[in-house]
Every structure is written in C-alpha cells, then in structure tokens.
C-alpha cells in the first residue's frame, strides 16, 4: 500500500528567509502525481505544486519549488523568500492509479509558522 | 466560477440523528470523494467515486454511506451520527482521462460536531 510521511510537525522560518519541507513517500508504481497543498487559517485547500513522477524536472511555482528525489522517493517543498502568509499547515499529497481508480493519499502535515 | 460546493459549512448535532452533507460541483468532473480532517492524522479518505453509480470505500467508511446518482452530486451521509465524527469534512473533485492534471479541486469543508 502506498504511504505517505511528513516527519516535521511543526517548522519555522524567519520571514524573507528560506524553508523547506520534507516529505518522503511509498510506492511500487511508476507513473503518479505528486502535490503539495496549503492549508491556511480559513481550511481552504489550496493546490502549491504538483509534480509528475515521469518528469524528472523539479517543478517550480514562483517561490515555490520541489525536490523530486525518485529514487529516494523524496518530495521536499522549498520556500523561497518566506512571507507572512505563507504561514498555514502544508499536505503533501499523492495520487496513483491502480485497477481502474485514482488513489491519493494524504500526509498527515507540517505546521509552517513565519516570524516577523 | 469553476467550484466544488458543500453544504452546511458548520452543523452541531447530537448521536443518533441522521444528517447529510452535500456536494456538489461545476465543472464536470467524473471523479469525486469525500475526505475527514483530524489534527494529526491529515486527510482520510471516506469513499470516492469514479463517475455516476460507481462508489467505492476509501481508507475510513466506516459509519458513512454516500450515492453518486447524478454526474455533479455527491452527497455524505452519517446514519447514525457518534462523537468519534465530529471532525472537517472535504469534498473534492477532479476529472479523470485523458483530460486529468492530477490535483483534487476542494471544497470549503464542512464542520461537524456530534454531541
């Protein structure tokens, strides 16, 4: 079954500063998606990033990028240049294909906290 | 505007009484789910469904049921509401084929409290 670990609860960064958030993941199939998601005060669900596992390129947002580590079956989410409201929980995120269906799968998130 | 709605946003209830959450969305999606946050454990998935009259159970079923009867509702449905629901609920959406860019499409989610 596919797994996916978020190992830091909570991070802080100092604002105009650099963060990045780990997640690592399990599967056996070759072809997914990979997401991250924030989460801010008011629940939305707001879609970061999402990275295709055949594409070896690291995708980029803005001041957002990952470190798609195949292999390793590593996802890490850098910010660049923190800003205030950045500060929300981030999920990062799977999604497969297996007998017909999608399966995504959830980290259980990191708290980002920003300081002035 | 392109969106997943979910109705009601907040419900206090008391166990026992059975109550729906609805879902609805916009923009033709085959593909829709349901899912529960808790602090600490992330999003659980409910069931999900892949297009009209095909549902199946996610990771957590237990104690919910839900129908797919038309191509843009989905609703959630606690027979027998007990504390162990009180929890944020999300509905998302997304297409499926050739057309899929992989993410989920949220909704606002809806806050349930079972007394």
């Known amino acids: 079954a596919q797994t996916v670990t978020q190992s830091q609860p909570e991070m802080s960064v100092q604002e105009a500063e650099t963060v990045t958030l780990s997640c690592t993941y399990d599967?056996?199939?070759?072809?997914?998606?990979l997401f991250w998601y924030k989460q801010p005060p008011s629940r939305q669900m707001i879609l970061v990033i999402r990275?295709?596992?055949?594409?070896?390129q690291n995708a980029t947002e803005n001041r957002f990028s990952v470190n798609f580590q195949k292999a390793a079956k590593s996802f890490s989410l850098k910010i660049s240049d923190s800003q205030l409201g950045d500060a929300a929980m981030y999920f990062c995120?799977?999604?497969?294909?297996?007998?017909?269906?999608?399966?995504?799968?959830f980290g259980t998130g990191t708290r980002l906290k920003v300081l002035a | 505007e392109a969106q997943v709605t979910q109705n009601p946003r907040y419900l206090i209830t008391v166990t026992g009484k059975k109550l729906t959450v609805t879902c609805s969305q916009n923009?033709?999606?085959?593909?829709m789910s349901w899912y529960r946050q808790d602090p600490g454990l992330g999003l659980r998935q409910i069931y999900y469904?892949?297009?009209?009259?095909?549902?199946d159970k996610g990771d957590v079923p237990e104690g919910y049921k839900v129908s797919r009867k038309e191509k843009r509702n989905f609703p959630l449905i606690l027979e027998s509401p007990s504390p162990n629901q009180t929890s944020l609920y999300f509905c998302?959406?997304?297409?499926?084929?050739?057309?899929?860019?992989?993410?989920?499409?949220f909704g606002e989610g809806s806050r349930l409290t079972v007394l």
């Open positions: 599967t056996s199939e070759s072809d997914y998606y």
């Open positions: 990275q295709e596992a055949y594409k070896q």
């Open positions: 995120a799977y999604r497969g294909y297996t007998s017909g269906t999608y399966k995504y799968i």
């Open positions: 469904s892949m297009n009209v009259e095909v549902t």
């Open positions: 923009m033709n999606h085959e593909y």
């Open positions: 998302a959406s997304t297409k499926t084929g050739l057309a899929n860019t992989g993410e989920l499409f």
